[in-house]
């Protein structure tokens, strides 16, 4: 019985152990920009924010960019969010839960735990992390566009259902293809079903 289970035990265990690692760490690393005096967002969540201001910009908007707009609102102690307007029409705000690193260390979780080359590895990994980074940025401009061309209308189904989906559907298409193709174990999608 041990050896029939001992992939999946070994797998469970490295994926396991590989996202509370990450995880572990992107909390100290999170944690020390919450409890700051005044408190500000961390610089990932800065780069998201900025990144979506320039892709604003490409698509005929003037955005304004406000820093640290938690400090100018009554928030949380521990949210910290950069605000984004489009047009003078506030679009989104830009808080630590929505720069994509969480969703990038499940990716990089299974990856590892499954296993393949180093060399594919290598380049599986960074290329993931870049499609996951672009596929959120168009994530967070279409709810943008949702508050400022729809006034908000279904914003709260796009945020937590629609969008969610897609973007956990996008890394389901990059597992498996880590699986079937990249990972250099040489199986096919149908030998690991059996």
């Given at each position: ?15 396991f152990g590989v996202y509370f690692l990450f995880s572990s760490l992107y909390g100290l ?166």
């Amino acid at each position: 019985m041990w050896k029939e289970f001992r992939p999946t035990i070994f797998f469970l265990v490295k994926f396991f152990g590989v996202y509370f690692l990450f995880s572990s760490l992107y909390g100290l690393f999170i944690s020390s920009y919450d409890k700051a005096e005044p408190s500000e967002a961390d610089p990932i969540t800065h780069f998201i924010s900025v990144n979506c201001t320039n892709t604003a910009s490409v698509f005929g908007y003037t955005p304004t960019l406000v820093y640290n707009d938690h400090n100018n609102n009554e928030a949380d102690a521990e949210v910290t969010y950069d605000s984004i307007w489009l047009n003078g029409t506030y679009a989104i705000s830009v808080e630590e839960g929505c720069n994509g690193i969480n969703i990038m260390i499940l990716f990089i979780a299974f990856v590892v735990a499954f296993g393949g080359t180093l060399k594919n590895m290598l380049l599986f990994i960074p290329a993931g992390i870049l499609f996951i980074h672009l596929a959120n940025i168009g994530r967070l401009m279409l709810l943008s566009l949702i508050n400022v061309e729809w006034n908000g209308q279904a914003f709260h189904f796009f945020h937590k259902f629609g969008f969610t989906a897609i973007i956990y559907g996008a890394i389901l298409v990059l597992w498996y293809l880590w699986v079937t193709r990249f990972s250099g174990k040489n199986m096919s999608f149908k030998k690991t079903l059996k």
